[in-house]
């Protein structure tokens, strides 16, 4: 069955205190994972895509690598203002316009 | 570059009545997907539309239709609602390409069913 799953399910964090977000698929034929923000009360928002094991790519204090089923998102010193739910999802499988989606890792950072 | 736009914003209705919520896609997107997201999940793919017409559909009833305009906006209608529809929608523009689309969403739709 093609599915993503994160972990963890939420993250509390103190400010500056580095951590990972995984993402993990059984999606077939992979032709993108993304990783989204998504604030309270809005739609996601596009931060990376990732297209072959290896690839890395880097935003201000996010940096998102990939292997063959799996993905990290790390967040090296965390500020208040990154506090979001992070989504993970692959674009592939049987329908390759189709998205499959995690349920999002909830990223709480305390000053 | 106007971004995804969605309409309306917060609704409520009664179980067994239909509703329209309505996307105008991101300047120069040719591409629109809708999902459901639940409270606390994921967004799950309902449907995507590429002129005109339905190009791919994930595991939701034929009581969710939808519509793609000339002008690349796009409906999505639900008949016959049940509580669990009430959800988050989102609309999500894109240009197909060769290889992966990034998605552009709009801030949704809070459908709400009593």
């Known amino acids: 069955e093609d599915q993503v799953t994160q972990s963890p399910e939420a993250l509390r964090l103190q400010e500056g205190e580095s951590s990972s977000l995984n993402c993990s698929y059984t999606?077939?034929?992979?032709?993108?994972l993304f990783w989204y923000r998504q604030d309270p009360g809005k739609g996601p928002e596009f931060l990376f895509t990732l297209y072959s094991a290896g690839e890395e790519k880097e935003k201000e204090r996010l940096k998102a690598t990939l292997t063959k089923k799996e993905s990290f998102l790390h967040i090296t010193a965390p500020k208040p203002e990154d506090s979001a739910t992070y989504l993970c999802?692959?674009?592939?499988?049987?329908?390759?316009?189709?998205?499959?989606f995690g349920s999002g890792t909830k990223l709480n950072v305390k000053p | 570059e106007t971004g995804v736009t969605q309409s309306p914003t917060h609704l409520i209705k009664t179980r067994g009545q239909q509703v329209t919520l309505r996307c105008s896609s991101q300047s120069g997107h040719n591409t629109v997907s809708w999902y459901q997201q639940a409270l606390g999940q994921g967004p799950q793919f309902i449907f995507q539309y590429y002129r005109e017409e339905e190009n791919g559909r994930g595991n939701f009833p034929p009581r969710f239709s939808g519509l793609q305009f000339p002008n690349y906006s796009s409906e999505l209608n639900v008949n016959a609602l049940e509580l669990d529809d009430s959800a988050l929608y989102l609309c999500?523009?894109?240009?197909?390409?060769?290889?992966?689309?990034?998605?552009?969403f709009g801030a949704g739709s809070r459908l709400t069913v009593l």
């Open positions: 999606v077939s034929g992979l032709r993108g």
């Open positions: 999802a692959v674009q592939g499988g049987d329908n390759f316009n189709k998205f499959y």
């Open positions: 999500a523009s894109s240009s197909p390409g060769a290889g992966a689309n990034v998605l552009t």
